[in-house]
C-alpha cells in the first residue's frame, strides 16, 4: 500500500512538472509569436539580420549581457524585438578593443580610407529601402523620410570618399629665412558618438563617415528607444570591415541607457565625444567632458523661427511652415516652433495655414499619403498635449500667429531665444537678406531665405549657436572638429634665426 502510495505521488509530482513545463514554454511561444519580427508582414526585418532576441555590444564579435530591453513600434505599440544592452564591464571591454584597432586604422593612409567608407555607402545603398522600413518602424517618421535619413548616410559617405583626397593645412609664409611653416592635422583617435531618438540612423552617419575618413574610430550608443536601428546599422558597417580583412571594433556599439552614456562623457580615452540631444542632458555631458579637458561637439535642441515679410510670397509660405512644423511630427531640431508675421499678411497666412493643416493626412507611417506619423513615445504624446493646454492657459488658441511691424521687431524676436539652431525668413527684397545674414541679423547656425528652417543638406555645416551647442557635424570644414591641429615649423638651414627679430647671443 505505502508502495503504491509512493508511486502515484511520484507519477503526480511527473506531470506536474511536465504541465509546468509546458506552461512555460507556452507562455514563451506566446511572447515570442507576439513579436512583430516573428509576424509575415514584417519578415522582412529579418533582412536585416535582426532575430528576436539580439545582441546590444559589437566591439569585433557580438555580445551583451545587461538589461534585456523590448523594442515597441510606436504607430500600434507592439514589441518588434528584443536588444540585450551593454554592462560597464563589457564597455570597458569595448573601449579598450576599440583603441587597439585605432593604432591600425590611422596607419591607413586618407585616401584608403575613403574606399572603406565609400563600401559603406554602397552597402547603406542596397539596403536603403529595407533599413528606412526599420526606422519607421521603430521611430515613428512615414516611410519617405525613413529612407531619406537613410540617404543622408549615403550622401556622407560620398563627400566623405572626396574629402579623403583633400583634408590638409596650409604652407604659411615664414618670416625666417630657410624656415617653412606648415599646419599637420592629424586624428584625434576615439570618437565616442552618442545620438538620438529622432534620426537614428542620419546623426550617426554625419559622425560616422567623417569620424572614419579623419582616422578615427567610432564608438556609437544610439538611442535606448531606436536599439533595432543601431543594431541593423552596425551590422552593415561590420561586413564591410570584415570582408576588408579590418577590426570591426573600428566600428563598435554598444547600447545602454544613461550608465553607458556617463561612461563616455567622464572617459578620458574618448577623445572626442558627440552629443545629439536635449539641452538639458547636453549642459550635463558638457560639464563632465569639461571636468576632463576633454573635447565635445553638441547638437541640441532648437527654437526655431519662420519670419514672414510682406513681400514673401505666400505660395512658398504655406507649404514651407506646415512641411517644417509637421514633418517628423514635429520632433526634428530644426522644426518649426515660432512663426512670425508681418501685420499686413498675418490674416491671410493663419487662414490658409488652418486650411493646410485640415489636410494634413495623419495615420499609418507606412501607408503612402500619411503626412503626420504618431510620437516616438507616449511621454512625448503628454508632453504634447500639455504644452496646448499651456498655450491655451496663456490667452492662445489652436490657430495664431504672432504679428509684428519692423524688420527690427522680428529680428530681435528671433534671437530672444536661449536656443540658436535654424531660421528663416521668406522676403523679396535683397537688401534685408543680405541683413538678415548679417551681423545684426540671425544668430543661428542655419539661415536661410525663402525655405523651411527644416531639411539641411549635407554640404552645410549642421550645428547652432547659444544653447544649440555649437557643435558642427557634416560638410564644410566640420572635419575639423574631428582632427587636431599642429602648427610645425621645419628648419632646413644652417642657422638659428628667431621669430621677431630677436637676438640672443
Not at 515679410?309 to 512658398?316: T, Y
Request: net charge neutral.
Amino acid at each position: 500500500m505505502q508502495r503504491c502510495l509512493t508511486l502515484t505521488l511520484a507519477r503526480h509530482t511527473r506531470l506536474l512538472l511536465r504541465s509546468k513545463f509546458a506552461l512555460v514554454q507556452c507562455q514563451q511561444w506566446v511572447a515570442m509569436s507576439s513579436l512583430l519580427i516573428n509576424q509575415p508582414k514584417y519578415v522582412w526585418l529579418k533582412e536585416l539580420g535582426l532575430s528576436e532576441d539580439n545582441p546590444g555590444v559589437y566591439n569585433g564579435s557580438w555580445g551583451g549581457s545587461g538589461e534585456v530591453i523590448t523594442s515597441y513600434c510606436p504607430a500600434n505599440n507592439e514589441p518588434i524585438a528584443r536588444v540585450t544592452q551593454a554592462t560597464l564591464a563589457e564597455y570597458e571591454e569595448t573601449v579598450q578593443k576599440t583603441k587597439e584597432a585605432w593604432k591600425l586604422w590611422a596607419d591607413i593612409p586618407a585616401p584608403k580610407r575613403g574606399e572603406i567608407v565609400r563600401q559603406i555607402g554602397d552597402a547603406l545603398r542596397k539596403k536603403i529601402k529595407v533599413l528606412g522600413s526599420l526606422v519607421s518602424l521603430e521611430m515613428g517618421k512615414i516611410y519617405v523620410e525613413g529612407v531619406g535619413e537613410v540617404q543622408e548616410y549615403v550622401d556622407v559617405c560620398d563627400y566623405a570618399v572626396g574629402l579623403s583626397r583633400m583634408i590638409g593645412g596650409p604652407i604659411l609664409p615664414s618670416e625666417r629665412p630657410g624656415h617653412a611653416l606648415i599646419e599637420q592635422w592629424n586624428p584625434v583617435g576615439l570618437v565616442g558618438i552618442i545620438t538620438a531618438f529622432n534620426f537614428p540612423v542620419a546623426v550617426y552617419g554625419w559622425n560616422n563617415a567623417i569620424a572614419l575618413t579623419c582616422g578615427n574610430v567610432c564608438l556609437w550608443k544610439g538611442a535606448p528607444t531606436t536599439p533595432l536601428t543601431s543594431v541593423a546599422v552596425t551590422k552593415i558597417v561590420a561586413e564591410v570591415l570584415e570582408q576588408n580583412n579590418l577590426p570591426g571594433a573600428i566600428c563598435s556599439m554598444t547600447c545602454g541607457g544613461a550608465d553607458i552614456g556617463t561612461a563616455m562623457a567622464k572617459d578620458e580615452r574618448v577623445d572626442l565625444l558627440s552629443f545629439t540631444g536635449s539641452t538639458h542632458v547636453g549642459k550635463m555631458v558638457a560639464m563632465m567632458v569639461q571636468e576632463r579637458f576633454g573635447r565635445k561637439l553638441l547638437e541640441l535642441g532648437g527654437n526655431n523661427a519662420i519670419i514672414v515679410f510682406e513681400d514673401a510670397d505666400l505660395n512658398l509660405v504655406v507649404p514651407s511652415a506646415v512641411f517644417a512644423s509637421v514633418g517628423t511630427a514635429g520632433q526634428r531640431c530644426t522644426t518649426t516652433r515660432r512663426l512670425m508675421l508681418h501685420e499686413s499678411v498675418h490674416d491671410t497666412v493663419v487662414e490658409r495655414l488652418a486650411k493646410a493643416y485640415k489636410q494634413v493626412r495623419i495615420g499609418d507611417p507606412w501607408d503612402p499619403s500619411t503626412l503626420y506619423g504618431p510620437l516616438h513615445t507616449k511621454q512625448a504624446v503628454e508632453q504634447y498635449l500639455a504644452a496646448i493646454e499651456q498655450a491655451k492657459q496663456q490667452g492662445g488658441t489652436v490657430v495664431c500667429g504672432g504679428k509684428f511691424k519692423t524688420e527690427e521687431e522680428a529680428f530681435a524676436w528671433n534671437n530672444e531665444v536661449k536656443q540658436g539652431l535654424s531660421s528663416s525668413i521668406f522676403t523679396k527684397d535683397l537688401g534685408r537678406v543680405f541683413r538678415w545674414l548679417g551681423p545684426k541679423g540671425s544668430d543661428c547656425g542655419i539661415v536661410n531665405v525663402n525655405i523651411p528652417t527644416s531639411g539641411a543638406e549635407i554640404g552645410g555645416a549642421f550645428g547652432g549657436e547659444k544653447h544649440t551647442g555649437g557643435g558642427r557635424e557634416s560638410g564644410s570644414d566640420s572635419w575639423k572638429q574631428y582632427m587636431r591641429r599642429s602648427t610645425c615649423t621645419i628648419n632646413y638651414s644652417k642657422d638659428l634665426p628667431l621669430a621677431q627679430g630677436i637676438k640672443f647671443e
